[in-house]
């Protein structure tokens, strides 16, 4: 029997089938093992020494892979094909030699690029060894992560309060972010105008010509600045009186198609035209790699996801051009193959690019058995990778200049000769090739494609329809999306391809940088951090060293320098930098953010440039700044403890600073209670904002509050809704001898009966709900229906996945498992259920191992006189330490993210 090791259970039920009964397939669903999240398992003065541990899933797996090996012929390990597989692999071999599993037992490397029967049944047939320079490359790039992250966090946490963690490429990537975000806020507008005159003749169509010069000058883009200098060229072109066709310039260009897919022009394509994030498509284009069954056999659809290559195998190329072929004619299909080479930094082509595993199986074939996002992606693969063995496009660009007034003889047909010139431009598709079945998307800062002329002669008279003005304003560079901030990674040499949808998830998940409209917009917290670290690490954040990094990472993976040889270059240095901060005074820290952010939080009013923006609005002679306290960041005032005004740290012009000036730093009142006299105020705390009555008469007396509903803002809130929100809970009637009532708790709006409470769905208020809908919430199952999604393989029991109070969850028997923030219910599988609640389960039973060693010591043995006072105090401080031990653990395992 020969033992086949895989990540995923989907891939080891496929290539189970493919290997036949000699073969037993295992999955090790990812890494068996991994570095411990606490201090000191990367160890820089024993030689960069790691420390791996297999922990949860990790020591189930290994046990049943070691259990099948101890009766296997052979081990083969088939772990995906790039250098997180290699590794996966290694630890895989690693753990087996470190339990003396594997004797004499023959082991060898299995790599395919697709997940089809052909495909896997060659690769067995061409085994190697386990790379050792991928393996030593992943080594470097974790240790050097690890470091970072539990070396540089700290700091972080002492000398920036509030600030979560930080990572070797998600802070540079932060820092473009929080770069862009300045670049727009000192940004100017200008205003300028643009003169377009609508033509036509007899014969043709009306068009479109822009005005570029006027009284013999050509005109700058910026030239015409005000409506009196428009207006000024518009009446010239009206009274020029003949508007003749002074040059028409035609020029035949080839347009040929993209190359297909690698990682990162995938999400970026993903995210241009249909609207994926990067971790999304990748999720995606997972289950696309895994594959469907498709005529009884499941197969991979697409080959591997992660990859920098461009090239295609010659048989896809074949398949690709019997397919153009017969499905477009001969004349879509060029003499020779398309080559592509990459032409992005740090490539590695070990792999070819994304396409479809099967050229004959077209997006409408397997559309049916495809969620609608899995469709529509397959979709984009599979048209992108066919393009690029087409056809190329045939344009004709045509320039046109328009005189207005002056001769008509040739020998006046310049641009300039007359009262004006205009001039159109557009294209004619000749021949639409590859554009036949793919055009490119763009970001919605790129210009639209131009217009579609008619044809023009030299010296054709033309007829004036209409002269318009235009104003315009300068605009600031654009935010970055996750597609354009991906290519700029990417164009950078910054972090690999495979990472970035995890850089820009965890950039989120630390409430670093926020998407709105699909743009990246910093935090305040996120700014913070990269001032910190521009002051203080700055050579670690600067792209040409970052990008250095990534280039030697890549000489590891070559063979060509000792990885070890790399880690101890960057921590002599790093180290060194690190040192030099334990003396560092809050006051420096302050005076760097403030020196870095001062024109963020305090910039000058172009409408009041007198009125100094840091002036205290109390006292009138303090000076506002950046202040630290133990949550973060807030603006405080130089007079403090004499004047204590404070503000939240954000800043001017900002939709949150909108709010937090409405409410004068902290409040604002929104009338008197007509009840009791009081006043109603909005504030804003540590969770948001709030409403209350009143204020608390001495120390202790809570007064009555209220949370805002969701889709309700400060900025739409008046006096009668604080009025009905602090009024709540109200009450809807009486159902079978019980109250119902609704109200604003803890958890949002709710509707509740005796002990039974249910919250009210987002799209719905809780003012206005009514008794008849209330019952049916909670006449609703707890947790909402539970949906059946396939039978447990260890005992056949059902396994459910539902909504429940905490987020989506998967049940069986008594085990619940919450899913993670990047499945949603419609998405989770068998397979990956089974996987949370065997972790879950796991994560029980060694809590339950635990608990009997706190109850044990001798209690029922006689103690000596003082034993009691000492043995409390033990006991005391030893639970004392503990916690002290679990918050530092908590607080450091962040750093590994």
Not at 70 to 98: C, F, M, Q
Not at 231 to 243: K, L
Not at 757 to 766: A, G, L, M, N, W
């Amino acid at each position: 029997m020969h033992v086949v090791v895989v990540e995923s259970p989907a891939k080891a039920k496929t290539i189970n089938k493919y290997l036949g009964k000699d073969f037993q397939v295992l999955a090790s669903y990812g890494h068996v093992r991994d570095l411990p999240s606490k201090d000191g398992s990367v160890l820089p003065d024993q030689d960069f020494a790691m420390a791996w541990e297999v922990e949860g899933r990790g020591e189930r797996q290994i046990k049943e892979i070691a259990q099948a090996v101890r009766n296997a012929d052979r081990l083969y390990l088939a772990t995906d094909p790039d250098r997180e597989g290699e590794a996966i692999s290694w630890h895989i071999v690693e753990e087996l030699k470190r339990r003396r599993i594997l004797k004499d037992i023959p082991v060898q490397r299995v790599v395919f690029n697709e997940i089809t029967r052909n495909a896997v049944i060659e690769a067995f047939k061409q085994p190697r060894d386990i790379d050792v320079n991928l393996v030593d490359a992943y080594l470097a790039r974790r240790a050097l992560d690890y470091l970072v992250g539990f070396t540089l966090s700290p700091v972080l946490w002492r000398k920036l309060p509030g600030s979560r963690s930080a990572g070797r490429v998600q802070s540079v990537a932060l820092r473009l972010i929080c770069e862009r975000e300045a670049e727009i806020e000192v940004f100017r507008a200008q205003e300028y105008w643009s003169v377009e005159a609508l033509l036509d003749s007899v014969a043709t169509a009306p068009f479109k010509a822009r005005l570029t010069h006027l009284e013999g000058r050509k005109l700058e883009r910026l030239e015409i600045g005000d409506k009196g200098a428009a207006d000024r060229a518009v009446a010239a072109i009206r009274g020029a009186g003949r508007y003749t066709v002074a040059s028409v310039e035609k020029k035949q260009v080839r347009r040929n198609p993209q190359p297909p897919f690698t990682t990162s022009t995938l999400q970026q394509e993903a995210s241009r035209k249909l609207g994926f994030g990067a971790s999304r498509t990748m999720r995606i284009a997972q289950k696309l790699y895994e594959g469907v069954e498709v005529d009884g056999e499941t197969v991979g659809l697409i080959t591997y996801m992660r990859t920098d290559g461009v090239a295609m195998s010659n048989e896809a190329i074949g398949a690709a051009r019997q397919t153009i072929a017969a499905r477009y004619g001969d004349n879509y299909l060029p003499n020779a193959p398309r080559q592509y080479k990459t032409k992005a930094k740090n490539a590695q082509e070990a792999h070819e690019a994304i396409r479809p595993t099967d050229f004959g199986r077209h997006p409408d074939q397997v559309r049916r058995r495809l969620s609608e996002e899995e469709a529509r992606l397959y979709d984009l693969v599979y048209v992108r990778a066919l393009a690029s063995q087409m056809e190329a496009a045939q344009l004709e660009q045509v320039a046109v200049d328009i005189r207005c007034g002056g001769a008509s003889e040739a020998s006046a047909n310049a641009a300039g000769a007359g009262v004006a010139t205009l001039r159109a431009t557009g294209q004619v598709v000749l021949f639409d090739g590859f554009l036949r079945l793919y055009q490119e998307g763009r970001d919605d800062d790129e210009e639209e494609s131009s217009q579609r002329l008619p044809k023009l002669a030299e010296g054709q008279d033309l007829t004036l329809r209409d002269v318009l003005a235009e104003q315009h304003f300068t605009q600031p560079p654009p935010r970055y999306s996750e597609a354009s901030l991906v290519k700029k990674l990417e164009e950078l040499g910054i972090g690999r391809p495979s990472t970035y949808a995890s850089i820009l998830q965890v950039l989120q998940d630390r409430e670093y940088v926020r998407l709105d409209k699909r743009r990246f917009l910093p935090e305040d917290r996120g700014r913070l951090v990269t001032a910190f670290l521009s002051a203080f690490f700055q050579r670690y954040v600067e792209y040409s060293f970052t990008a250095s990094m990534e280039e030697e990472l890549d000489e590891v993976s070559d063979g060509k320098v000792d990885y070890k040889t790399v880690l101890r270059r960057f921590w002599e240095a790093f180290a060194a930098a690190v040192e030099e901060t334990k003396g560092l005074r809050i006051a420096d820290v302050i005076d760097a953010l403030d020196r870095d952010l001062g024109p963020h939080f305090f910039p000058i009013d172009p409408d009041k440039p007198g009125v100094d923006p840091r002036a205290c609005p109390v006292c009138g002679n303090g000076r506002l700044g950046i202040r630290l306290g133990k949550t973060g960041g807030f603006v405080g005032c130089s007079n403090y403890p004499e004047c204590r005004y404070t503000r939240p740290l954000i800043a001017p012009g900002s939709e949150e600073a909108e709010q937090a000036a409405a409410l004068g730093g902290d409040t604002l009142e929104l009338g008197t209670d007509p009840g009791s006299g009081q006043s109603v105020t909005l504030r804003k705390g540590p969770y948001g904002f709030y409403i209350q009555l009143g204020e608390a008469k001495e120390k202790g007396d809570k007064p009555k509050r209220s949370s805002l509903p969701p889709n309700t803002t400060p900025d739409s809130l008046d006096l009668d809704l604080a009025l009905k929100l602090l009024a709540l809970p109200r009450s809807l009637g009486v159902h079978e001898g019980e109250e119902v009532t609704a109200g604003i708790g803890r958890y949002g709006p709710y509707v509740k009966r005796a002990s039974v409470y249910k919250s009210i769905p987002k799209d719905e208020d809780v003012l206005t709900i009514g008794m008849n809908r209330a019952i049916d919430l909670l006449s609703q199952k707890p947790g909402g229906e539970a949906k059946t999604i396939g039978n447990h393989p260890d005992d056949g029991k059902p396994v459910t996945a539902q909504k429940g109070r905490y987020g989506p969850y998967v049940k069986h028997g008594k085990i619940n498992a919450t899913l993670p923030k990047d499945l949603t219910l419609e998405e989770i599988t068998l397979d990956k259920a089974v996987e949370l609640l065997r972790a879950q389960a796991e994560k029980k039973g060694a809590g339950k191992g635990k608990a009997p060693a706190k109850a044990a010591p001798k209690a029922k043995t006689a103690p000596k006189a003082k034993a009691p006072a000492k043995k409390a105090a033990t006991k005391s401080a030893g639970k004392t330490g503990a916690r002290s031990k679990a918050k530092a653990g908590a607080k450091t395992a962040k750093a590994a993210e």
